[in-house]
């Protein structure tokens, strides 16, 4: 029926587009070479954001390949996606996809952030399941056994929960504990604490997570808020096995950020309140001074003016600007850009 590889490239590009929300842009001419171009059907994909990992990638499929071999003998794919890098990942990537046909490199316009490069794998991956797990080995692949057979038990989505973090400082360790503390508090979704996007989805999973459109992303919420059967596997995170950590402080408060915007509106209802607060304490202050008029007393000078008034400007500013974080992320989605554009694939997925 399709002559052209081409043709057919695009016809299954309209199909998914029709099927579900569009959040990123495969070129037309890539779409036979995509992992989804063949559509033919793998045990297992390894979806794998990367971002100037170049000093991990040999390391990660030395010990990850093993695994998918055993797990899925001849039925799985690694589907490395590169995050704009600006070190040899690219070039890494694209040696390894040349030496084996079950190793795909999806290489992204620019630096779209992790969350988005992994929506990317999680779009174009065609495996029953799919394990997402970081290339800085932190997340031992080892794993992948233990996971399958909690799946096989029936469960649609097995999530590491960390028991402890080796080679982090107390810093880092402490922010993370309190950043899923506040989670708990600040969402409306049950969120597991001490967990990251380490876990082993179903097909269900993913094809539903790939109908979510929203652009401002926070993927183990999103997985939380889908439902579906889940279950914990405690585990030990290793320590990082080469370079920096790509998660300091401040990308730490904008991903909680999203995390709280995204699945809850308790910080519309907290600047009420503090609004309300503050105008009572306001309201209080006039009746004082009302009451220090018909007295006969001087209400005493500037100082206490100019407190007042710094204090209910701040709450002011602190309320429009917690308005403001919600209508930014609107103004952004209504614009429907895509979330992320590919710019190069490489490695044909071994057909059926």
């Given at each position: 029926m399709f002559d052209d590889p081409h043709s057919f490239a695009r016809s299954v590009a309209l199909a998914e587009t029709a099927a579900a929300p569009a959040r990123g842009v495969v070129p037309d001419d890539l779409g036979a070479l995509s992992p989804r171009g063949g559509r033919s059907a793998v045990a297992l994909s390894v979806v794998v954001p990367c971002y100037n990992e170049e000093a991990v990638i040999d390391a990660l499929l030395a010990r990850l390949e093993p695994v998918c071999e055993a797990a899925a003998p001849g039925s799985y794919e690694i589907v490395l996606v590169n995050d704009g890098s600006h070190d040899g990942t690219w070039a890494a990537i694209g040696a390894h996809a040349a030496r084996s046909p079950h190793i795909v490199g999806i290489d992204l316009s620019r630096?779209?952030?992790?969350?988005?490069?992994?929506?990317?794998?999680?779009?174009?991956?065609?495996?029953?399941?799919?394990?997402?797990?970081?290339?800085?080995?932190?997340?031992?692949?080892?794993?992948?056994?233990?996971?399958?057979?909690?799946?096989?038990?029936?469960?649609?989505?097995?999530?590491?929960?960390?028991?402890?973090?080796?080679?982090?400082?107390?810093?880092?360790?402490?922010?993370?504990?309190?950043?899923?503390?506040?989670?708990?508090?600040?969402?409306?979704?049950?969120?597991?604490?001490?967990?990251?996007?380490?876990?082993?989805?179903?097909?269900?999973?993913?094809?539903?997570?790939n109908r979510m459109p929203e652009r401002h992303r926070f993927v183990r919420g999103m997985v939380s808020w889908l439902g579906f059967r889940q279950v914990a596997l405690p585990y030990v995170r290793e320590a990082r096995f080469a370079g920096e950590t790509h998660y300091p402080l401040a990308r730490m408060v904008g991903l909680a950020v999203d995390a709280v915007t995204g699945f809850s509106i308790k910080p519309l209802r907290m600047a009420s309140i503090f609004g309300a607060v503050c105008g009572t304490i306001g309201l209080g202050l006039v009746v004082w001074a009302l009451w220090a008029w018909l007295e006969g007393r001087t209400v005493s000078g500037w100082t206490s003016m100019i407190a007042v008034t710094l204090v209910l400007g701040s709450a002011q500013l602190m309320i429009l600007g917690v308005f403001g974080e919600y209508l930014g992320r609107m103004y952004i989605e209504t614009k429907n850009r895509p979330a992320w554009i590919v710019r190069e694939i490489t490695g044909r997925p071994p057909h059926d």
């Open positions: 630096n779209h952030g992790h969350q988005l490069a992994l929506t990317a794998g999680l779009s174009l991956c065609r495996g029953n399941h799919v394990l997402v797990i970081d290339a800085d080995l932190q997340d031992p692949p080892e794993l992948l056994p233990e996971m399958l057979a909690l799946a096989g038990q029936g469960y649609d989505v097995v999530y590491g929960q960390r028991i402890d973090r080796e080679g982090e400082t107390w810093f880092k360790k402490s922010s993370a504990s309190l950043f899923y503390r506040l989670l708990e508090r600040l969402i409306d979704i049950p969120i597991p604490r001490d967990t990251g996007d380490f876990r082993l989805m179903s097909r269900a999973v993913v094809d539903a997570f």
